[in-house]
């Protein structure tokens, strides 16, 4: 890997740029080919550039997350988490994903999910729609846990929010206090819905927490025994899972919403394939770069976005919340805390105190 020092930022996005170029010109072919006109292929085009932003703002915190993980690995799972990861994201998540939605739920085989996509958008987008409240309940408690993990930690000794975050330090020497929280708040919910509604709540929000754990315990399984066989091995399989999961959990409130814009699966791997590989290159630039290490509250930032995140996304099993208050809600407490360590690195620059990064700041995974 060529060393952070020499390289642009523009150069951390060669590949992405690639991409979207490829992108958008299937995007303007698969316009062509739907309407046979050139306004319906810049319509085409143009909702894949939307979709693409869409995902980026709604995923700059899960690229800043990532870096906080991808930190901790081997050049060579760095490596394969851009490679590997990116085709899991843009094939899985991105179209392996939707169409097992609505297969499971129509009770089809995966071909004919995909037909029904192709000949049949409409009644397709019906039935992703339709599987948002346990979509959301499983991705907002995986979510949820992710960012109280994070704050609840004893060891972390730097906060940006003081008041808040130094009683929920204290309160993780309480062992499993986030699952208890996670779990009352699923309690709650279970009990603002009726009948069908709230029991899928119930398994799917069960499940997101029985995930989490899972791959938590897997996770350290995998590393430790990659530690014991090669030191060097650390952060390896075990972490790159973790990611994984945390990707298609920030994936799923994406894809629904995409469906707002167009019920065309194609144009929506497009759109949301474009937005991934910029998240992708975000987070290696960080990592190389130190930016959270310079940065002390971005982190702090990005794991508050994700508990906001995690929130809209219970709440939208009762109410619809446009995803343009989700994207816009992440970025500015992003932004805030980005704001703040700027002003605290220009209130220490005489004291040469770095802006530090602490093992215990670490997400526990």
Known sequence: MQPASSKSTLSYFTWAFIVTAIGLLLGGVLGWNMTGTLGGMATIFFICAVLAVLEISLSFDNAIVNANKLKEMTPLWQHRFLTWGIVIAVFGMRIVFPLAIVAIAAWINPWEALKLAAAEP???????????????????????????????????????IGFLEKRMANFATIKGVEIAFVLILILIFHTLLDGADASTFLHAAVYGLLTFLLVEVLAGMLDASQQTMNAAAQGGFGAFLYLEVLDASFSFDGVIGAFALTQNLFVIAIGLGIGAMYVRSMTIMLVEKGTLAHYRYLEHGAFYAILILSVIMYVQTLMHIPEVITGLGGAALIGVSLWSSIRYNRRNADTHEPAHEEPGDRVKA
């Open 122 to 160: 409409e009644q397709y987008a019906r039935i992703m729609q339709d599987a948002h409240l346990p979509i959301a309940a499983f991705g907002g408690t995986f979510l949820m846990m992710v960012g109280l993990t994070y704050f609840f930690n004893h060891e972390k000794d730097v906060h940006w």
